[in-house]
């Protein structure tokens, strides 16, 4: 029999701002933020989660987190002082997906890729599942649904009668949510 390959959905959570960024006067984009968390979940197409796991990243050019960061993330200081670089995180990631069969990577829109673009120019590394192709599982998500424009997770799940389970804007807990649309998804 031939294992099934999976879908690795991916959850980033990173340093922002309500308002300008810190000392450049300016709104943020996806070059100013760095990924403080990768909130990876190993799942069926169906939705049956295989693994999960939430890599915890120390930021390098902001290093203090901002008040709405800390409360948008729940993510605390501490979390992120004591969290690897991204430079280790990576081989970590690397590590544990290595005896996964993963034929996709998906993500909530397209923020998750951007930041990982911009993480790869900064570092000139990504994790190895970015060069599997990427799936906008939020687009996918809205494919003949009526009234879907408001695609946010929280209104998605919702959507088919299901509430939000954990932390939101919590990486690890929106890719838990995300695979439980995957159901409801034109793969």
Same mark, same amino acid.
């Given at each position: 029999?031939?294992?099934?390959?999976?879908?690795?959905?991916?959850?980033?959570?990173?340093?922002?701002?309500?308002?300008?960024?810190?000392?450049?006067?300016?709104?943020?984009?996806?070059?100013?933020?760095?990924?403080?968390?990768?909130?990876?979940?190993?799942? =069926?197409?169906? +939705?049956?989660?295989?693994?999960?796991?939430?890599?915890?990243?120390?930021?390098?050019?902001?290093?203090?987190?901002?008040?709405?960061?800390?409360?948008?993330?729940?993510?605390?200081?501490?979390?992120?002082?004591?969290?690897?670089?991204?430079?280790?995180?990576?081989?970590?990631?690397?590590?544990?997906?290595?005896?996964?069969?993963?034929?996709?990577?998906?993500?909530?829109?397209?923020?998750?890729?951007?930041?990982?673009?911009?993480?790869?120019? =900064?570092?000139?590394?990504?994790?190895?599942?970015?060069?599997?192709?990427?799936?906008?599982?939020?687009?996918?998500?809205?494919?003949?649904?009526?009234?879907?424009?408001?695609?946010?997770?929280?209104?998605?799940?919702?959507?088919?009668?299901?509430?939000?389970? +954990?932390?939101?804007? =919590?990486?690890?807990?929106?890719?838990?949510?995300?695979?439980?649309?995957? =159901?409801?998804?034109?793969?």
């Amino acid at each position: 029999m031939v294992p099934q390959k999976l879908i690795l959905i991916v959850d980033l959570e990173a340093t922002c701002w309500d308002g300008n960024v810190e000392g450049l006067g300016r709104k943020q984009t996806v070059d100013d933020m760095e990924i403080i968390e990768f909130g990876c979940v190993v799942s =069926r197409f169906d +939705g049956t989660v295989v693994d999960s796991q939430s890599f915890m990243v120390r930021s390098q050019i902001h290093t203090e987190l901002s008040q709405f960061c800390k409360q948008l993330t729940s993510i605390t200081q501490s979390d992120v002082d004591a969290a690897p670089v991204y430079q280790s995180v990576v081989p970590e990631i690397d590590q544990w997906l290595k005896s996964y069969k993963l034929g996709v990577w998906g993500s909530w829109g397209n923020y998750d890729k951007n930041q990982i673009s911009a993480e790869q120019k =900064r570092h000139n590394l990504v994790p190895e599942f970015f060069s599997l192709p990427h799936i906008n599982i939020k687009q996918q998500w809205r494919q003949g649904k009526v009234n879907s424009r408001s695609a946010g997770l929280a209104n998605a799940l919702n959507y088919h009668g299901l509430s939000f389970e +954990g932390t939101h804007h =919590r990486g690890i807990d929106d890719a838990l949510n995300i695979a439980r649309l995957l =159901r409801f998804t034109e793969l």
